[in-house]
């Protein structure tokens, strides 16, 4: 059974950092694409960032260019996003999601971020 | 990278069937056959439904289809079923690198 276990969420304030994880479980992590899923209280689901099976390639949506880094251990079958200078728009529940294909399979529970003062 | 549109929200009675539009650019939609579908149920995560325009993962019922015109993709769901009430999400691949972009979202009542 394919597993994502997120964690790593929490409270902090505009300008700070927090790091996201996110663990696999019940497939070859090593072999996929993997992305990082944002949805703000009551919007949409939007795609923020996502890596290639061997971490080769990165890419992010514009509003987290430059502010946000994913990253991953194939060693550990885990994902990460380090996020910097958030900012109130960043509040979301992050979720992490695989790609087996051009889709996204499998999602985690998702992990809430606040940014507030 | 602006969102695909999709109606705020769309509803039918159990039995009817429903189409969901999703419309995009030829960067995205028009550009390639990787359109999916999902449905979120509230405080749940997304699953799923349909990948490819049109094609069913494992276990989703084929009151489920996909199709894809131009710019425009759509979701049918047949014979609706109180369980359906969810809120849906088109996505497609993007012409931008490796970029994703998903629709607003619609949330579907089964009246």
């Known amino acids: 059974e394919v597993q994502l276990v997120e964690s790593g969420g929490g409270l902090v304030q505009p300008g700070g950092s927090l790091r996201l994880s996110c663990i696999a479980s019940?497939?070859?992590?090593?072999?996929?694409?993997m992305s990082w899923v944002r949805q703000a209280p009551g919007k949409g689901l939007e795609w923020v960032a996502n890596?290639?099976?061997?971490?080769?390639?990165?890419y992010y949506v514009d509003s987290v260019e430059g502010r946000f880094t994913i990253s991953r251990d194939n060693a550990k079958n885990s994902l990460y996003l380090q996020m910097n200078s958030l900012r109130v728009d960043d509040t979301a529940v992050y979720y992490c999601?695989?790609?087996?294909?051009?889709?996204?399979?499998?999602w985690g529970q998702g992990t809430l971020v606040t940014v507030s003062s | 990278q602006s969102a695909l549109t999709q109606p705020a929200s769309v509803s039918g009675s159990p039995g009817q069937s429903i189409t969901i539009s999703c419309s995009g650019t030829?960067?995205?939609?028009?550009?390639?056959?990787?359109v999916s579908w999902y449905q979120q149920h509230p405080g749940k995560a997304p699953k799923l439904i349909i990948y490819?325009?049109?094609k069913r993962p494992s276990g989703v019922s084929d009151r489920f289809s996909g199709s894809k015109s131009g710019n425009t993709a759509s979701l049918t769901i047949s014979g609706l079923q109180p369980e359906d009430e969810a809120d849906y999400y088109c996505?497609?691949?993007?012409?931008?690198?490796?970029?994703?972009?998903f629709g607003g979202g619609t949330k579907l009542t089964v009246l």
């Open positions: 890596i290639k099976a061997d971490g080769s390639e990165k």
């Open positions: 490819d325009v049109s």
């Open positions: 019940g497939f070859t992590f090593s072999a996929y694409w």
């Open positions: 030829s960067s995205d939609i028009g550009a390639y056959d990787y």
């Open positions: 996505n497609s691949y993007t012409i931008s690198g490796s970029h994703w972009v």
């Open positions: 999601a695989s790609h087996q294909g051009r889709k996204f399979d499998f």
